[in-house]
């Protein structure tokens, strides 16, 4: 079993930066690693995706080319640097880690067995 625990969340104007962390307590070169997010009233959604080796990842499509993922299992931390944040991104943002990692379940959040406790990102306009 592994533990999460999210970093990094906090308050931002539109259009700046910020890097959420993902601690985990166990190896997580063992897992793929994914970031979701949950605004209120809303469903959890995918936000993007690495593999245990680093070299496979996805992003959803509200966020290619601004969010980046990426992983240091010798520190077994995993990483989303968020840029040019929008009000939209406001949510939630959840570590989950994937022990089956099954690539074509990704972006669905039952294929993930562990979760972290999340971190609030609030964008202002």
């Known amino acids: 079993q592994v533990q999460l625990v999210e970093s990094g969340g906090g308050l931002v104007q539109a259009g700046g930066s910020l890097r959420l962390s993902c601690a985990a307590s166990?190896?997580?070169?063992?897992?793929?690693m994914g970031w979701f997010r949950q605004a209120p009233g809303k469903e959890r959604e995918f936000v993007a995706v690495?593999?245990?080796?680093?070299?496979?990842?996805d992003y959803a499509d509200s966020v290619k080319g601004r969010f980046t993922i990426s992983r240091d299992n010798a520190k077994n931390t995993v990483y989303l640097q968020m840029n040019s944040l929008k009000p939209e991104d406001t949510a939630v943002y959840y570590c989950?880690?994937?022990?089956?990692?099954?690539?074509?379940?990704?972006?669905?959040?039952?294929?993930?067995?562990?979760w972290g406790q999340g971190t609030q990102v609030t964008v202002s306009s």
């Open positions: 989950a880690a994937d022990r089956a990692g099954t690539w074509g379940m990704r972006m669905t959040h039952t294929e993930y067995d562990y």
């Open positions: 166990g190896r997580t070169s063992n897992y793929d």
């Open positions: 690495i593999s245990r080796s680093g070299r496979s990842t």
